[in-house]
């Protein structure tokens, strides 16, 4: 907690540090109710800071020192000043050796940042600025040092000592117990540092680099999840693989480690060479976890394996810098998953994602450029602007470059700032030198917060034969950015005859077409591009793929769109095309109209196309989520929005009812005479399986109520078991709801991350009620306040996922979630700022809403103590 005011921190004040560590020796005496830790750094002057020797000023947050030396020089009490945040010292020459030992107390460390416990053993979290609550350091990335660790704790409950880098030595002392020694060759910033202790097993393998060095992979667990390792493992190998054929990254070590961690805050972490997880982004077994949770496992060892280069070898000067590591890295892992799925429906995911949540982040009061110029408390900046929309500016580089000078630029800023800690610049100067090329205007995407508009309008003149298409771009202001400059916008576009056919695109000027696809690049606030050769007036396909993060406008008709559904060659496209139809029709029908059956027809056809992949089908038939729409409402009403996509949800799968049970029928008969593959093909089958029982349940019939009691009885595996789980949750059908959760919790209530999902799907649901059954839940003893997990399966899936529940117009719903965030403000501060996203949003609700809301943000704000990373978000949100 702090005692001060909070700082805000901002870019233009960097500064290089006046002090290098060349050399990091750490050991570490792990007790049950303390631990000792005995640092020996050596530093130097850092010459490019000039001459003369400043006082030396090191983190160190939460410890307690018990003795410290400047070239074996015991210092006395007056040598050194401690205060609250730091350790200051006055260097005697230009290289010197610094040892301090300290006393710590991970055993009550909550937060879960620095060294915590977690279940039964030791680990770390360093990211951002946990190592200074370890040990006193120069804690900023651009401080790259070389790592010895030794780790000392009781054998027998203790077997596992791991930290970074290759195991060197080990060997037992007296009283049971022993110690290990790790070396990491490669210089790192404090933050990828990690230490874990434990007893622990593992599953083991290997992979042989494209240069034929052979790398041991291991991942650690305790012991009842020795069996859910398989998945992760094979993720991890064609995650190496595919770096070293899609980058040309070699992984540089002899090992590769992962350690699964209950208690965790986010997903996981890259640390070099031991990456430490969240379980839930581990462990996966067909019989435990969903086709989602496959996939997101897929996802997150790829992430942390990309690390290794864009994040660690070539690490960020200072925070404000995220993005280089994190865009990056997003963009990175999601190519992979591409590759190793459908690309189309990865693309919808993240699209939906990203509109949904990161364009909301945008619109609200944490509104921050990709590289933030200031921030009270970091750990707040770990967005989805910085994350999301980091990738999607990485990935217009990629349009803009394609595939063949991307990679020239990757590869140059690999090789010219291995071993450094970098900036955004470098980066878009690395692609910028491979190329040719100039960003400067582009670079606007990392100082300019907001998601532009770009308002489209067309112009055919059939006797000239040319169409022309005029883009008007704008940007709302944001905190602290009342006007923007014009973006570099690349939109992506192909154009449609009457059949449906793509025509040559050939522009003024040109000498001929050049094929049917192509990407302009908007750069003025208004821009005309003119198609010469345009043989009827065409139907634009524009903003392909979502090439770019902004939000477009045309005004096409109803038919148009039905068209597009049907015959765009770009399949994200026709999913786009079905969502702007049902947000049209949905936005009237949260106006009190009737529903515009043009929808349901087109929904019949994509229902009924055997040819279309299953996975298509089942996102085309997803109507935008509710919290989709609440983004897309100048002033949104939560039981209008609700109460509207319901009646369209039941009134579709009235119309529909055969085609839906003829494809339920047919995908449960396939998942029955097949066992459980975690292949792109069965995972689609499964996903239109369960999006028609979705549909086919809104009709309370006993028929659909005996399917999904049957799903749920028979399914071999969670993707079908949660799917009938949910929908009889959601259902009317109240002892049978009973009965399946009952059997549900009987079956897995020894198995954390399954009781995760059996919170979630009960908090989230919208039936009456939902703040009974989420404060009944708290009382579960499988639920506890301590485990992020937890928190966010039953509190967090509450406020994002049930909007009807938690905006009950009595205020029940924002009154209980600022009760649990005022407690979790002591416990876990990290948690506890993520938590108060939906309260953040109060500007979308009516004024009745808006005064709950702001009251309750006031309540926190006024109730002690607050740590930092709530301060921040509280007072931004109120001002
Ligand atoms: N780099 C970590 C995030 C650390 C968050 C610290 N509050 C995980 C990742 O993005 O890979
Ligand atoms: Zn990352």
Known sequence: MRTDQPQTIYLKDY???????????????????QTLVHAELQLQRNPARGAGLPPLVLHGEELELLAVALDDQALAAGDYQVEAGSLTLQPQGEAFVLKTSVRIHPESNTALEGLYVSGTMFCTQCEAEGFRKITYYLDRPDVMSVFTTTVEADKARY???????????????????????????????????????????????????????????????????????????DSLKKSMRWDEDVYGREYDLD????????????????????????????LASPRTATDAAHQRVEAIVAHEYFHNWSGNRVTCRDWFQLSLKEGFTVFRDAGFSSDMNSPTVKRIEDVAFLRTNQFAEDAGPMAHPVRPDHFIEISNFYTLTV????????????????????RKGTDLYFERHDGQAVTCDDFIKALEDANGADFSQFKRWYSQSGTPRLAVSEQYDAAARTYRLTFRQSCPPTPGQPTKEPFVI?????????????????????????????????????????FVDVPERPLPSLLRGFSAPVKLSFPYSREQLTFLMQHDSDGFNRWDAGQQLAVQVLQEMIAGQPLDTRLVEALRTVAADESLDPAMVAEMLSLPSEAYLVELSEQADPGAIHGARRQ??????????????????????ESRATPYQASADHIARRSLQNAALGYLMLLEEPEARDAALEQFEHADNMTERLAALSALVNSGFEQEKAEVLARFFEEFKADPLVM?????????????????????????????????????????????????????EDGSGYRFLADQIITLNRLNPQIASRLLTPLTRWKKYGPARQALMRAELERILASGELSSDVYEVVSKSLA
């Open 15 to 33: 500064q290089a540090p006046e002090y290098l560590i060349e050399e990091t020796r750490l050991r570490f005496e792990l007790h049950d109710d």
């Open 159 to 233: 077997p596992i000592l791991l930290s970074n880098g290759n195991p060197v030595a080990s060997g037992d002392t007296e009283g049971g117990r022993h110690w290990a020694t790790w070396e990491d060759p490669f210089p790192k910033p404090a933050y990828l540092f990690a230490l874990v202790a434990g007893d622990l097993w593992c599953v083991e393998d290997s992979y042989r680099t494209g240069s034929g060095r052979d790398v041991a992979l291991r991942i650690y667990v305790e012991p009842e999840n020795i069996s859910k390792l398989q998945h992760a493992m």
């Open 255 to 282: 090992i590769f480690m992962i350690v699964a961690v209950n208690d965790f805050n986010m997903g996981a972490m890259e640390n070099k060479g031991l990456n430490i997880f969240n379980s839930s982004a581990v």
């Open 387 to 406: 994350y999301e929309k980091g990738a999607e500016v990485v990935r217009m580089l990629h349009t803009l470059l394609g595939p063949d000078g991307f």
């Open 490 to 530: 690349p939109v992506q576009l192909g154009l449609l005859d009457g059949q449906g056919r793509e025509l040559p695109l050939r522009l003024e000027g040109e000498a001929a077409a050049q094929g049917t696809d192509r990407v302009l690049s908007v750069t003025q606030a208004e821009q005309t591009f003119t």
């Open 648 to 669: 369209a949800r039941r009134t579709i799968a009235e119309a529909l009812r055969d085609v839906l049970w003829q494809r339920y029928r047919s995908a449960r008969e």
């Open 756 to 808: 995760d999902t059996w919170l979630s799907v009960q908090a989230s649901s919208p039936l009456p009620g939902g703040l009974a059954r989420v404060q009944a839940l708290m009382e579960n003893p499988v639920f506890t306040l301590k485990n992020p997990n937890k928190v966010r399966a039953l509190i967090g899936a509450f406020a994002n996922s049930n909007l009807v529940n938690f905006h009950a």
